[in-house]
């Protein structure tokens, strides 16, 4: 199952996060590149005090722990509607009533 997973990861080209077991960390905002076999590719990027590098890793399939990815995210502070990103075709019964928010 987690095979097909990242397979379904890897063609959306989403950012994904990736807790390795065997080192107990996890690679955070990093994009499937391919997997073959038992073989994942990976590229993320790490910042350090000075710079920031980018890696790319091969992983086995059994290192990985957990595979997590971000829906949506939502500015925190002061907002106003006119702040969001609304579709327009969005259902009324999804949409947010700011008058009940505010």
Excluded: F
């Amino acid at each position: 199952m987690l095979h097909r997973k990242i397979d379904q990861l890897s063609r959306e080209g989403t950012e994904v996060w990736i807790y390795l077991r065997d080192q107990g960390v996890w690679l955070e905002r990093a994009r499937i590149l391919d997997l073959q076999g038992d073989l994942v590719t990976v590229r993320y990027e790490l910042e350090d005090e000075d710079e920031i590098c980018s890696w790319e890793e091969m992983i086995r399939l059994e290192s990985i722990g957990t595979i997590k990815r971000r829906l949506s995210s939502v500015p925190t502070g002061a907002m106003s509607l006119a702040d969001l990103n609304v579709s327009e075709d969005c259902p009324e019964a999804e949409r947010i009533d700011w008058k009940k928010t505010e």
